[in-house]
């Protein structure tokens, strides 16, 4: 495990009791570096969707508690949010509850002449995602999606 994920897991294990208590779900934690800032995101949840009081309540406690453990090195800004409307869905479990929903994927190389796809998500396993696009099942490789993604329907 790298450095970057052992810092991902041990903030996600820091930050399940507080999501907890405070009603709430992690989405995703991602610890990554920006035009040479660094940053610690987390991305929270819930039913009907997250306010700001929510962020701001989940950003306290978790701040509190990474000071507290002190166990990231480099400097670093604490960023708690709502996923978003057009959430990347990186997990098995973000694919899970987006069966159905339409759903936007670029590829890390050209397939039939393009890297982006739109589509409804039909299902997934270990090693291929099924979209359904213009009425046919479309199967991609897993690796060699870049990014799949809730597409905004406005």
Request: aromatic share 8%; glycine share 6%.
């Amino acid at each position: 495990m790298s450095k970057k994920n052992d810092i991902e897991a041990k903030t996600e294990a820091i930050l399940k009791p507080i999501a907890d208590k405070c009603g709430v779900e992690i989405y995703d934690v991602e610890y990554v570096k920006e035009a040479g800032e660094w940053y610690l995101r987390a991305y929270i949840d819930k039913e009907g969707g997250v306010n700001i009081n929510d962020c701001v309540d989940v950003n306290h406690a978790l701040s509190d508690a990474l000071d507290e453990d002190d166990f990231i090195d480099e400097a670093y800004t604490l960023e708690v949010s709502s996923p978003g409307l057009g959430r990347q869905l990186k997990k098995d479990r973000h694919l899970e509850h987006s069966i159905g929903k339409e759903v936007e994927l670029k590829l890390f190389k050209p397939k039939d002449g393009t890297k982006e796809f739109a589509g409804i998500l039909k299902g997934f396993n270990e090693s291929t995602v099924t979209v359904t696009i213009n009425d046919t099942d479309e199967e991609f490789i897993r690796k060699e999606i870049s990014v799949i993604k809730l597409a905004l329907d406005f």
